[in-house]
């Protein structure tokens, strides 16, 4: 029934969805571009339009409250961004100990304008041996999916020419808001 629920809205709105994910029950969905709380919203709807169930990295004020309970249900994780929290370690622990895993992050790590893109992403799909899926939103064509499985081969520059050439062309709610897709060394 969220199935049907979520594409008749997708569908409603003018929506498309693209769906491209790997044989493994385990991989890691990056998100770009990430402009937009309506980005969440989108995600939620094209998850779960698709029957995948995923859990997905927030902001920790995003759960205190009466919605805190709501979206650790949903799938949420909280993440103190300001300290160091050994996130990556168990974002890895999650996959190694789950037969199935399905893990969403915004590597831009907000929705404003970032000089860099957040490396933990990529640590966390090398060290868990999985694939990642290149996830977006284009608010200019109104799509959205999952449109790349990729298979990390460690050097980090190669696979970002490979994730950057995947997201040049797709276009953020608040295209000012988009940063380059550059990791910080």
């Known amino acids: ?56 990295v927030a902001k920790h004020t995003l759960f205190i409250g009466p919605f805190g309970y709501l979206f650790k249900r949903m799938g949420g994780i909280p993440v103190d961004r300001r300290v160091s929290t050994g996130f990556i370690a168990r ?35 090398t060290q868990a041996d999985v694939p990642i899926v290149l996830g977006y939103v284009d608010y200019k064509k109104k799509q959205m999916g999952l449109g790349k499985v990729m298979a990390l081969t460690g050097n980090m520059d190669a696979d970002l020419e490979t994730i950057r050439e995947f997201y040049k062309d797709r276009v953020g709610k608040r295209p000012e808001n988009q940063g380059p897709i550059i990791f910080k060394h």
């Open 1 to 56: 029934m969220l199935a049907f629920i979520s594409r008749s809205i997708l569908k409603l709105f003018g929506w498309q969805t693209e769906f491209v994910v790997p044989e493994s029950k385990k991989y890691l969905v990056i998100g770009y571009p990430h402009t937009s709380n309506w980005d969440f919203v989108l995600a939620l709807l094209c998850m779960w339009s698709h029957k995948i169930p995923f859990n997905w």
């Open 91 to 125: 974002a890895i622990n999650l996959f190694k100990d789950h037969e199935q895993m399905v893990l969403g992050i915004m590597p831009e790590g907000t929705r404003a304008k970032t000089d860099c893109w957040k490396t933990g992403f990529y640590y966390i799909a």
